[in-house]
Nanobody, 122 residues
Framework: VQLQASGGGSVQPGGSLRLSCVAS????????IGWFRQAPGKEREALLG???????TNYFTGEGRFAISRDNAKRTVYLDMWSLKPEDTAVYYC?????????????????WGQGTQVTVRG
């Protein structure tokens, strides 16, 4: 499976964005799509994951400003973000996990998209 993330951009603090992750190509079966981010100089951070049935796992101890959703017909997973802060500035990635156990560990995502830059600044 190939993943394409998009929707990033530059927003002011307090703004919102919707990121999209479109899957293409064949897959070995059902998979979980997760969103991750990596800020400059920091380790990659897992955020949220969703399976094809809509189950959601939260890897992120954030304040609930992010939400994940999935449209299987469009093979697209969305990450909605609101009340954005400068510390949310990062490259955001989507990735797929074919691990059968639920939820997959954050290190069990093997197929990665190219990332989309989100910059939050006044």
């Amino acid at each position: 499976v190939q993943l394409q993330a998009s929707g990033g951009g530059s927003v002011q603090p307090g703004g919102s964005l919707r990121l999209s992750c479109v899957a293409s190509g064949s897959s070995k079966g059902k998979y979980v799509i997760g969103w991750f981010r990596q800020a400059p100089g920091k380790e990659r951070e897992a955020l949220l994951g969703v399976d094809d049935g809509g189950r959601i796992t939260n890897y992120f101890t954030g304040e609930g400003r992010f939400a994940i959703s999935r449209d299987n017909a469009k093979r697209t997973v969305y990450l909605d973000m609101w009340s954005l802060k400068p510390e949310d500035t990062a490259v955001y990635y989507c990735a797929a996990s074919f691990v059968l156990a639920w939820p997959p560990h954050s290190y069990e995502y093997d197929y990665w998209g190219q990332g989309t830059q989100v910059t939050v600044r006044g």
